[in-house]
DNA sequence: AACATGATTGTTGTA
DNA sequence: TACAACAATCATGTT
């Protein structure tokens, strides 16, 4: 549903949107000499570091894990990630806003936290040179706990939904 | 043995 | 402002 209402949606260039026939799992193109993931990271910046907390997911994503498991379970014989990807992204679609919200505030919830690990990671980063990682270490183990009780506390607030969580 | 890939959308980051 | 790359997943494929 793309009406002409929009002003200039400047969000389709490489995005082919290509109809993907039944992509077996494995089967890729033929092996070309094109750099790898990796070797484009390492272009970029290269860093090393274990303890740089990843981008949080996106709503999407946050679903996704709810809808892998729901997907795996009626689907057991199915093994793609771009099967889930692609039934996920419709259902995803279909959900309306107001479905979306509960993802979406976990997504925020994420978000959150992922720039709280930022500041924390930038200042461990001004801090400690390369002596002090290991003094960082100790810390990181801690917030990882941290983590998961985070959430629990934001599922424990929210009994609407089936009591999956526990 | 280990890493890359495919597929989805959203968010973050960089220029 | 706008684009690029990446976030999880998982079995297979290539190196």
């Not at 400047?10 to 070309?32: H, I, M, Q, S, Y």
């Not at 014989?77 to 419709?90: I, Y």
């Not at 801690?142 to 929210?158: C, K």
């Amino acid at each position: 549903m793309k009406t002409a209402k929009g002003k200039d949606k400047v969000k389709n260039t490489k995005e082919a949107l290509k109809p993907v026939d039944d992509r077996k799992v494995g089967k890729r193109k033929a092996p070309a000499e094109k750099p790898s993931k990796r070797e484009i990271r390492k272009e970029k910046k290269a860093k090393k570091d274990p303890n740089k907390p990843k981008r949080p997911p996106s709503a999407f994503f946050v679903f996704l894990e709810d809808f892998r498991v729901t997907f795996k379970k009626e689907n057991p014989n199915v093994k793609a990630v771009s099967a889930v990807g692609k039934a996920g992204g419709q259902k995803w679609k279909s959900l309306s806003q107001a479905e979306k919200a509960p993802y979406e505030e976990k997504a925020a919830k994420r978000k959150a936290d992922y720039e709280k690990l930022i500041d924390a990671y930038n200042k461990n980063m001004e801090e400690g040179s390369d002596e002090s990682e290991k003094s960082r270490s100790e810390v990181n183990d801690e917030d990882e706990a941290s983590e998961e009780v985070s959430l629990n506390v934001f599922s424990a607030g929210r009994t609407t939904r089936k009591g999956k969580g526990r």
